[in-house]
T-cell receptor
Framework: DAGVIQSPRHEVTEMGQEVTLRCKPI?????LFWYRQTMMRGLELLIY????????DSGMPEDRFSAKMPNASFSTLKIQPSEPRDSAVYFC????????????FGPGTRLTVT | RKEVEQDPGPFNVPEGATVAFNCTYS??????FFWYRQDCRKEPKLLMS???SGNEDGRFTAQLNRASQYISLLIRDSKLSDSATYLC??????????FGKGTRLSVIA
């Protein structure tokens, strides 16, 4: 079975540009999580969905960040406009409602904003 | 959000050594506990759950001390392939997991 799929794997963009990160969770998983990881702050939860509905977006840094999950097999995280401090690795993870402790992570998107 | 604290390391140990990591958590209502492993430039993956009675998986032993609110991971007979960052993770209930920043282990030949 395919794991969590993320694209792109690497993104380099200039400050002010819009960035869209994509995620396909594992089929049958009803929870989806977006994380950001940096050396300074570690792994931070940005937002999570249950059955495609956003449950908690309190980790989203500011209004420049938005996330959607239009269906059970696809989610996007958008940054508009991007800033250099957004540079990080962004992970998507999914889990089954009955075992939410085991989250399956995608390979991540390494974002560099210059 | 409550905190999960770990010594960032790095822990540099020779092959065959025994190494232990501790982690403390601040929310006394936390319900379940885990260790995840993250290899360099890779995603985190579940290593093992941590039970009150302690649990062992091969060379790895995890223990929980609820009274003192800390979790430990012991690795015996370290291998080069154990080199990674080990993330302490806490489930506070009907909320997502809370991840520590990780402890970096480097096993040296």
């Amino acid at each position: 079975d395919a794991g969590v799929i993320q694209s792109p794997r690497h993104e380099v963009t200039e400050m002010g540009q819009e960035v869209t990160l994509r995620c396909k969770p594992i089929s049958g998983h009803d929870y989806l999580f977006w994380y950001r990881q940096t050396m300074m702050r570690g792994l931070e939860l940005l937002i999570y969905f249950n059955n495609n509905v956003p449950i908690d977006d309190s980790g989203m840094p500011e209004d420049r960040f938005s996330a959607k999950m239009p269906n059970a097999s696809f989610s996007t995280l958008k940054i508009q406009p991007s800033e250099p401090r957004d540079s990080a690795v962004y992970f998507c993870a999914s889990s089954s409602g009955t075992e939410t402790y085991e989250q399956y992570f995608g390979p991540g998107t390494r974002l560099t904003v210059t | 959000r409550k905190e999960v604290e770990q010594d960032p390391g790095p822990f540099n140990v020779p092959e065959g050594a025994t190494v232990a990591f501790n982690c403390t958590y601040s929310n006394s209502a936390s319900q379940s506990f885990f260790w995840y492993r993250q290899d360099c430039r890779k995603e985190p993956k579940l290593l093992m759950s941590v039970y009150s009675s302690g649990n062992e998986d091969g060379r790895f032993t995890a223990q929980l001390n609820r009274a003192s609110q800390y979790i430990s991971l012991l690795i015996r007979d370290s291998k080069l392939s154990d080199s990674a960052t080990y993330l302490c993770v806490v489930n506070e209930g009907n909320t997502p997991l809370v991840f520590g920043k990780g402890t970096r282990l480097s096993v040296i030949a």
